[in-house]
């Protein structure tokens, strides 16, 4: 079965810096897309980044382009976020997502999420 595992969340000072991984498997992990979300407390989840199957091409949600940064490795079936400048407002649950089709359908996966914490 498909499974994501986030790790690396914790409690940093703004202006500090966290790097989180993504462990999948159960699917090809270097077929598909993957994303990473997050979700701060009273708010909807929004997108944080996008990373092509080949890793070519990334995109960021505008208030985290030149500070986060997604990568991959297809040898290790992980993917990663670099958080950088971290801000109070950077507070949240982070997830990481991949979109599978499976028998005709567009099917999102989630992982547990893992917490980040900005504050002094």
């Known amino acids: 079965q498909v499974q994501l595992v986030e790790s690396g969340g914790g409690l940093v000072q703004p202006g500090g810096s966290l790097g989180l991984s993504c462990a999948a498997s159960?699917?090809?992990?270097?077929?598909?897309?993957m994303k990473w979300y997050r979700q701060a407390p009273g708010k909807e989840r929004e997108l944080v980044a996008t990373?092509?199957?080949?890793?070519?091409?990334?995109t960021y949600a505008d208030s985290m382009k030149g500070r986060f940064s997604i990568s991959r490795d297809n040898a290790k079936n992980t993917v990663y976020l670099q958080m950088n400048s971290l801000k109070p407002e950077d507070t949240a649950v982070y997830y990481c997502?991949?979109?599978?089709?499976?028998?005709?359908?567009?099917?999102?996966?989630w992982g547990q999420g893992t917490q980040v914490t900005v504050s002094s």
């Open positions: 159960g699917f090809i992990f270097s077929s598909y897309a």
């Open positions: 997502n991949v979109r599978l089709r499976q028998f005709g359908t567009l099917r999102d996966y």
């Open positions: 990373i092509t199957s080949t890793g070519g091409t990334t």
